[in-house]
C-alpha cells in the first residue's frame, strides 16, 4: 500500500521567504502526486498535480513542485511567500493499483508572519 | 451547482445515535469519494463509488458507518450508533471518472460532526 509523509508539521517564516515544503511517498509503481491547499475556514483546494511529463510542476498562486522520481519524492516551492499564503499543506498521491482513492500526507501548516 | 455541497455544515450529536451526512457532488462527476479529517488521523480515505456502486469501501473504519449513492448524484454517509471516536470532519470530494486516477479531485466544505 503507498503512503505519504511530509517532514515538517509546522513552518513559520515571514513575508517574501522562500518555502520548500517536503513530501516523499512509498510506492514502486507509477503515481500520481497532488498538492492540495487548505486555507483558514475554507475547503480543500488543490494547488498543483503531476500525472506525467515535464517533472516540474507548475501550479496556481506562484507555487510549483518537482518530482524526483529515484527519490521519491515531489516537493512543493514558492519563491517568495505571501502573509496569504498562511495555510495547512497536504501532499497525496493515488495509484492506479490501488484505484481512485487519494492517501494523503499528515499536513503542514504554515503560517506567513507580515 | 458550482462545487461540491454539503450538509449539515455541522452537526452535533449525543453518543449511541446515528447520523446522516450528505454529499451532493458536482454535475456530471460519476466518481464521488468521502474522506475524513481528524485531529489524530489526519485525513483518511472512507468509501469511493463510480456511478452507483463502490468499488472501494476499504476505508470504512467499522460496520456502524455504511454510505449510498442514488441516481448516480447525491450519496449519504451513514454512521450508526456513534461513538466520541467518530467525532471528524467528514468531506466528500467528487471528479470524472478514471481507472487511473488522473483525474482532479474537488472537495466540499465538510460537515463537521462532534459526538458529545
Known amino acids: 500500500a503507498q503512503s505519504v509523509s511530509q517532514h515538517n508539521h509546522h513552518v513559520i517564516l515571514s513575508e517574501a521567504a522562500s518555502l520548500e515544503l517536503g513530501c516523499n511517498y512509498s510506492?514502486?509503481?507509477?503515481?500520481?502526486l497532488f498538492w492540495y491547499v487548505q486555507y483558514p475556514g475554507q475547503h480543500l483546494q488543490l494547488l498543483l498535480k503531476?500525472?506525467?511529463?515535464?517533472?516540474l510542476v507548475k501550479g496556481i498562486k506562484g507555487f510549483e513542485a518537482e518530482f524526483i522520481k529515484s527519490k521519491f519524492s515531489f516537493n512543493l516551492r514558492k519563491p517568495s511567500v505571501q502573509w496569504s499564503d498562511t495555510a495547512e499543506y497536504f501532499c497525496?498521491?493515488?495509484?492506479?493499483?490501488?484505484?481512485?482513492?487519494?492517501?494523503f500526507g499528515g499536513g503542514t501548516r504554515v503560517l506567513v508572519k507580515p | 451547482g458550482a462545487g461540491v455541497s454539503q450538509s449539515p455544515s455541522n452537526k452535533v450529536t449525543e453518543k449511541g445515535k446515528d447520523v446522516e451526512l450528505r454529499c451532493d457532488p458536482i454535475?456530471?462527476?460519476?466518481?464521488l469519494y468521502w474522506y475524513r479529517q481528524s485531529l489524530g488521523q489526519g485525513l483518511e480515505f472512507l468509501i469511493y463509488?463510480?456511478?452507483?456502486?463502490?468499488?472501494?469501501k476499504s476505508g470504512l473504519p467499522s460496520d456502524r458507518f455504511s454510505a449510498e449513492r442514488t441516481g448516480g448524484s447525491v450519496s449519504t454517509l451513514t454512521i450508526q450508533r456513534t461513538q466520541q471516536e467518530d467525532s471528524a470532519v467528514y468531506l466528500c470530494?467528487?471528479?470524472?471518472?478514471?481507472?487511473?486516477?488522473?483525474?482532479?479531485?474537488?472537495f466540499g466544505p465538510g460537515t463537521r460532526l462532534t459526538v458529545t
Open positions: 497525496a498521491v493515488n495509484t492506479k493499483a490501488a484505484g481512485n482513492k487519494l492517501t
Open positions: 503531476y500525472f506525467s511529463g515535464d517533472p
Open positions: 510506492y514502486g509503481g507509477t503515481v500520481n
Open positions: 454535475s456530471g462527476h460519476t466518481a
Open positions: 470530494a467528487s471528479s470524472f471518472p478514471s481507472g487511473g486516477g488522473s483525474y482532479e479531485q474537488y
Open positions: 463509488f463510480q456511478g452507483n456502486s463502490a468499488p472501494d
